[in-house]
């Protein structure tokens, strides 16, 4: 469906060059001269490219009608991961290349957020936190504190990440999704 420019607001999905980007950012401008404009930051759901456009009254802008689904990670198999539509049970597959970074943090069971478009997941979004087991590390020394440094660590996902000294296999930690950092060690 197309849109004109003064419908054009922050979380709407549009439609460009057979991409779907989310806006961002829109600033509705209006000279003293001439006619009205929109600047508009959007960000590419695939690829997370960030791009400045403006848009004027004689564009088409084609809006995309996004749903946010929860979704069960069930399974991988190959190059495939699989996750269960929480609502109808139906199950949805997508690519290693569509998980991207997000695959390192992946666990079994995890509810996942996804971005759908004309029934095809256009991006997921992992818990911003998650709480999860150290598998390997150099074992941790008595007197070793939180401010002396950091070790690298694997956790049960296979992502490797940087946890304090006082950190030993088994211990249960908080890492931040997003970037990949130790936040906390919990109590499990």
């Known amino acids: ?7 054009i607001k922050n979380g709407i999905g549009l439609v460009l060059n057979g991409e779907v980007w989310i806006v961002v950012d829109v600033q509705h401008v209006k000279p003293g001269k001439g006619a009205a404009f929109v600047r508009a930051k959007l960000k590419n759901l695939k690829t997370d490219l960030v791009l400045e456009k403006t848009f004027r009254n004689a564009d088409r802008i084609e809006e ?3 749903e946010e689904k929860r979704l069960l990670y069930q399974y991988n198999a190959g190059d495939f991961y699989h996750f269960m539509d929480q609502e109808t049970y139906e199950e949805l597959t997508i690519t ?3 998980m991207g970074e997000s695959i ?5 069971n995890m509810e ?6 004309n029934h095809k997941i256009q991006k997921i979004y992992l818990p911003t936190f998650i709480v999860t087991q150290i598998s390997e590390t150099e ?3 008595k007197g070793d504190s939180s401010k002396a440094g950091t070790k690298p660590a694997k956790i049960v996902t296979g992502a490797h990440v940087q946890v304090p000294l006082f950190i030993n ?3 249960w930690v908080k890492i931040d999704t997003r970037d990949g950092s130790y936040v906390e060690r919990v109590q499990k």
């Open 112 to 117: 996942v957020t996804a971005v759908v478009f």
């Open 96 to 98: 290693r290349e569509q």
């Open 1 to 7: 469906m197309e849109i004109g420019i003064t419908e």
């Open 169 to 171: 296999v088994g211990d």
């Open 139 to 141: 074992p941790g020394f």
């Open 64 to 66: 995309a009608f996004l």
């Open 104 to 108: 390192h943090f992946l666990a079994d």
